[in-house]
């Protein structure tokens, strides 16, 4: 069994930082991809930002710039680090991982959400 735990969500003033993290654990071997989605009230969950388990990554325009998605496998943990954050940013955040057990299966995993809310 996999989990993620995600931390770090909060409400913060426009203009303001935070650092979500998504932590992995369990019979876990490797994991792949990791991303980080969010989900606003109303919408459809989106893709902010992805890292590969070599370290590339891909961000999603309105977020370039001002997001930094890192990792540490050997921590088996992701993070956001989302500065310059507007209202427009307010979501709910999703950790996701593709995750190798040590009995090989592959698995989609996400995390339970943290929410973000960016408001004066």
């Known amino acids: 069994q996999v989990q993620l735990v995600e931390s770090g969500g909060s409400l913060v003033q426009p203009g303001g930082s935070l650092r979500l993290s998504c932590a992995a654990s369990?019979?876990?071997?490797?994991?792949?991809?990791m991303g980080w989605y969010r989900q606003a009230p109303g919408k459809q969950r989106e893709l902010v930002a992805e890292?590969?388990?070599?370290?590339?990554?891909n961000y999603a325009d309105s977020v370039k710039g001002r997001f930094t998605i890192s990792r540490d496998n050997a921590k088996n943990t992701m993070y956001l680090r989302m500065n310059s954050l507007k209202p427009e940013d307010t979501a709910v955040y999703y950790c996701?991982?593709?995750?190798?057990?040590?009995?090989?299966?592959?698995?989609?995993?996400w995390g339970q959400g943290t929410q973000v809310t960016v408001s004066s």
């Open positions: 996701n991982a593709a995750v190798i057990s040590l009995g090989g299966h592959t698995g989609d995993y």
């Open positions: 369990g019979i876990i071997f490797s994991i792949n991809g």
């Open positions: 890292v590969t388990s070599e370290g590339s990554t």
